[in-house]
């Protein structure tokens, strides 16, 4: 096995503009250049490019060997991956859709969770398994869930999220280098938006750390994936009104709750925007982890912005009716501001 | 090279001894388990003890296995010490897992041992990914995969076993068909009479051996190795043996009668062996006795060092979970450092 230590280097901040789909498609590229050891599988991969085209020409560059295309057997590959994983090699899987976790799910937590654990850390595992979430493309509620709550979760896993084109390159990178399991859920509406990122090919966004993407004084909206960008656009046309600050949480296990307990400790306002299901999940975990570490900063009700615990419907008024979006981002932050 | 080749006379004395060290470790964990010294679920090896040895007879030293619940006569097989095998039954930090397996997860991946499995069916895929690392890798290795006739009828174990066929992975499933799958007779549970006929779905070879012999064992797993590391492509073997003791110790087996228990035990694996090592003028009974006694002696040596092991601490429960532990786990393993060091438990967040 090859050493991943990180040559130390000032990093080229030059920047260029792209999709978070090209963005994920050259921290991919990237790193199948600078790691032999590092492989793609999954369904439709290779030749196909990916069912959303996110790994589009990588078969054609690095060949059969590095971008495998797998049987549609999610259990096999992904305990085949957990496998491969702990006798030294580092596969980075794609799971088409987060829903079909379901099918892959014993291996994904009885074995590549519990592994490393169970053998008293006697095994390593570089698995990276990348996956599609959330809703918004009418593809029904086998093909739209988000699930990152589970994963994030379940112990022994970790799991990133991204909002921005920059953090998807980067996170994707600094979890195929991870020596631990890492899940990045790719909200499936955002892989079009643009954004400026890192062209450097040692650009990483560190596992566990969350982005301030946008100061303010008066609220504090902790956001992933999509609703990011949507809480940034209505951050914007609130300004002078109300100023808002917009965090990307990006990591979800481990969590940044620093970053976001200090804008909580200056704003006194949280609002938790994240597409899973409100219940028991992601948005609980943020307010318990800003409850504990800044509640007397606390001056209004936390918010809550998610999906009301349905599955996603397939109609285009009741998918939309169920999405949370940036107009309910707004209304909160009407509320409490 | 295989650590012991049944095709030599040490090599089938090696084998011998392997299998009475593993009926000595099982015969004593039920005991000890019986005396309530084991924690947990303890599940034996007694009567198999021809397959794993066979199998490993076969392997060399770096392949990789991936186990069972019934794991002890595997990692034995492999060359695993029976020590720190038992102080991990006892939940000792000297076990092979630091105390955070047990019995049904004894592993120790650079022994080429990827863990005995508490979900049935579990370790195909397992094997499917080590024979992945070993193709990607080029290397001249193999990864065998052993299951249970109960996991036969898993679905994991058809993607595994597809999956490595259809990419021609030099992985080997070696199916135990012990007769029952928990508490329920193998011909409940499948509708075929051998269960290495499933081979035929992925066009790879299918063979059902006599899993009371070691040799018949030893010779299929090695024709099985030569074609996969050949570029061939897995195979199945499938070991017709029978598990003298119930599905876990303490079943009362409401399930099967003694006569049939009986009958297999007249063609015990290890007694056989004997016989035959002692008809071809390799063995004498009494260094058979001798060999038993060493193995016996061995197995109280290895529960006298798991009794008198050092219980694990506290903040141990807090190490492993990842390479990099994340904050989440490192409070509390902070606060349980502190404790040991008799201070205080820090106080976290903001106060009033």
């Known amino acids: 096995m090859t050493a991943h230590a990180e040559p130390e280097r000032e990093l080229d901040l030059e920047t260029e503009t792209m999709t978070v789909r090209e963005a994920i498609r050259q921290g991919l590229r990237e790193e199948l250049e600078r790691d032999e050891d590092v492989y793609l599988m999954g369904e439709d991969v290779g030749r196909f ?22 049987p549609i057997s999610e259990a096999g590959f992904m305990g085949a991956a957990t496998g491969a994983a702990a006798t030294g090699t580092r596969p980075v899987v794609e799971l088409m859709f987060s829903d079909f976790a379901g099918v892959a799910m014993e291996q994904i937590m009885n074995q590549m969770a519990k592994m490393r654990y169970m053998f008293g850390g006697k095994a390593e595992m570089p698995v990276t398994v990348r996956t599609t979430e959330g809703g918004g493309m009418g593809a029904a509620s086998q093909h739209s869930g988000t699930i990152h709550s589970w994963i994030a979760h379940f112990p022994g896993l970790k799991a990133v999220a991204p909002g921005t084109a920059a953090s998807a390159k980067g996170l994707t990178k600094a979890a195929i280098r991870s020596n631990d399991p890492v899940f990045v859920f ?58 808002v600050e917009v965090i990307d949480a990006r ?32 948005h609980a975990e943020i307010v318990a982890r800003v409850q504990e570490e800044a509640f007397f900063s606390l001056d209004a009700p936390i918010q809550r912005i998610g999906t ?13 009716e169920v999405l949370p979006s940036g107009d309910d981002v707004r209304e909160a932050i009407e509320r409490v501001a | 090279m295989a650590e012991y080749d049944l095709e030599t006379e040490t090599g089938r004395r090696e084998a011998l001894r392997r299998m009475l060290t593993i009926r000595a470790f099982d015969e004593e964990a039920g005991d000890r388990f019986a005396d309530g010294e084991i924690p947990g679920f303890v599940h034996l090896y007694i009567g198999e003890e ?47 897992c630091n105390g955070k397996g047990g019995s049904m997860h ?8 990827l863990g005995a499995n508490g979900i049935v069916g579990a370790g195909p895929p397992l094997a499917t990914g080590a024979a992945l690392s070993i193709d990607y890798d080029d290397r001249d290795q193999v990864a065998v995969g052993f299951l249970g006739d109960g996991a036969v009828a898993q679905g994991q174990t058809h993607e595994a076993i597809n999956l ?51 040799t ?24 017709k043996t029978y598990r003298y003791r119930g599905h876990y110790e303490g079943d009362e087996e409401p399930y099967r009668d003694d006569e049939e228990i009986e009958r297999w035990k007249d063609r015990d694996p290890i007694d056989s062996f004997k016989e035959r090592l002692i008809e071809r003028g390799e063995l004498t009974a009494d260094e058979f006795d001798e060999m038993r006694a060493d193995a016996e002696e061995t197995i109280e040596e290895a529960v006298e060092y798991a009794q008198n092991a050092d219980q694990p601490q506290p903040a141990d429960a807090y190490e492993d979970m990842f390479a990099e532990t994340p904050p989440e786990i490192e409070r509390f393993a902070e606060a349980a450092r502190t404790r040991a060091d008799g201070g205080r438990d820090r106080q976290g967040g903001e106060q009033p």
């Open chain 1, 49 to 70: 490019g990916g069912v959303l085209e996110v790994t589009g020409g990588l078969w054609e560059e690095f060949g059969d060997e590095r971008v495998r295309d797998t």
């Open chain 1, 186 to 243: 790719e909200n499936k509406m955002i892989y079009e938006q643009e954004g400026e990122v890192p062209v450097d090919d040692e650009f990483t966004v560190p596992i566990g750390e969350a982005a301030v993407e946008r100061e303010g004084e008066d609220v504090t909206v902790v956001a992933t994936q999509r609703l990011v960008g949507e809480s940034l656009q209505t951050a914007e046309s609130l300004a002078g009104d109300v100023s």
């Open chain 1, 251 to 282: 990591s979800l296990y481990p969590l940044d709750v620093e970053t976001i307990a200090e804008s909580v400790r200056k704003t006194g306002r949280l609002i938790v925007a994240d597409e899973s299901p409100l219940s028991y999940g992601t």
């Open chain 1, 308 to 320: 009301p615990d349905t599955h996603i419907p397939f109609s285009p008024p009741l998918e939309q």
């Open chain 2, 50 to 96: 021809a397959v794993g040895v066979g199998t490993c007879a076969a392997l060399d030293p770096d392949d990789y296995i991936a186990s069972t619940h019934r794991g002890h006569g595997h990692c034995i097989s492999k060359g695993l010490d029976p020590k720190y095998m038992m102080a991990e039954l006892y939940g000792k930090a000297e076990g092979y």
């Open chain 2, 106 to 113: 004894i592993a120790d991946v650079d022994a080429g041992m």
């Open chain 2, 164 to 214: 490595a066929a259809t990419w021609d992975l030099p992985a080997i499933f070696v199916v135990e068909n012990n007769q029952y799958g928990e508490g329920t007779p193998v011909e409940n549970q499948h509708n075929v009479d051998n269960l290495s006929d499933t081979a035929q779905a992925y066009d790879i070879p299918g063979l059902t051996v006599d899993g009371m012999d070691v």
């Open chain 2, 216 to 239: 018949a064992v030893a010779e299929a797993v090695a024709e099985a190795r030569s074609r996969a590391r050949a570029g061939e492509g897995p195979a199945i073997v499938e070991a």
